[in-house]
């Protein structure tokens, strides 16, 4: 094959076709726990988003929750993937296999926020999040009934692998994914570039900016007690009682229950299985949709 700027458009447009087409149909969890944000800046400043008041009847005049008193910080990082494609192999025809190899960096650039969430996640019991306690802990600070303070826990400790319940179905969630820059193929293949002159080796870089971090605590629950119906409605039960700063039940639903692959079986046991115990209905079927995440392991 001869090399000219036809030929190179012709390499690009195939590696960049395959990235494109894996990017846009690889699936991935991380939206389970986390909503997607967009980024214009080097950081995005977040207010405390258990700071959102509730619906109240109007008595006077409004009650204005600044939302602005009290703000975290979710920095941008940068992430990169090259792979090199000799010179040699364009010329002589060799250079199919870098089409699939495109294809596999746009599933990794796809499955990334997967990479970013899950492994903290997993680490939020020992991660401190917006309000000075570790993500999942015992002692968060929340209201009770009459609006006063009081100690709030979204976690249960544990000899076991840890698992969690989850409330996916409102619009904040409890983890944030932040997009400042899609990943993107780009080459780096004119003949007066540095690699390409002194090494005869064409470049493809995918980039991009994005990070992870927290969102709503009240939301989730983590538990390392092991997996059986009475643990599971303890958990339910620690959700359900969390409150906002005027008292209201927040109305959580733990509709997704989220396990490592070596808890699936135990989770199917306890929200799949119509009858247990040799014959017993069981009460917590369909009760949480099983999630497992290979992550979590």
């Not at 192999?89 to 899950?118: N, R």
């Not at 319940?165 to 293949?189: A, E, G, H, N, S």
């Not at 733990?254 to 040799?278: C, F, H, R, T, Y």
């Amino acid at each position: 094959m001869d090399i000219n700027a036809s030929t190179l458009r012709s390499v690009y447009t195939g590696l960049s076709t395959a990235f494109n087409a894996r990017l846009a149909t690889t699936p991935t969890q991380y939206r389970t726990v986390a909503m997607d944000v967009p980024s214009s800046t080097a950081m995005n400043e977040y207010p405390r988003m258990d700071d959102l008041p509730g619906i109240r009847e109007w008595v006077g005049d409004r009650l204005i929750h600044d939302l602005s008193a009290s703000t975290y910080i979710i920095r941008n990082k940068e992430f990169e993937g090259t792979v090199g494609v000799k010179r040699a192999s364009i010329e002589d025809d060799q250079f199919g296999f870098y089409t699939t190899i495109s294809a596999q960096m746009g599933q990794d650039a796809a499955e990334f926020p997967d990479q970013l969430v899950w492994p903290l996640w997993k680490a939020g019991d020992a991660t401190l999040c917006y309000d000075g306690q570790n993500f999942f802990d015992t002692d968060h600070p929340g209201f009770d009934e009459n609006g006063g303070e009081t100690s709030v826990s979204n976690f249960t400790a544990g000899a076991g692998p840890a698992w969690y319940l989850v409330d996916d179905t409102r619009v904040i969630q409890p983890m944030v994914f932040q997009k400042r820059k899609p990943f993107k193929l780009v080459p780096m293949d004119k003949e007066t570039d540095t690699n390409v002159f002194m090494k005869g080796q064409y470049l493809y870089g995918v980039d991009g900016r994005c990070n992870a971090g927290f969102g709503l605590w009240q939301l989730a629950h983590m538990s390392k007690a092991t997996l059986t119906p009475a643990n599971f409605k303890a958990a339910r039960d620690a959700l359900g009682a969390i409150r906002k700063k005027n008292g209201q039940i927040i109305n959580i639903r733990p509709a997704k229950l989220i396990v490592p692959q070596a808890l699936e079986a135990d989770a199917k046991q306890v929200v799949e299985a119509q009858l247990i115990n040799g014959g017993d209905s069981n009460i917590w079927f369909k009760a949480s949709e099983v999630v497992v995440v290979p992550q979590l392991g």
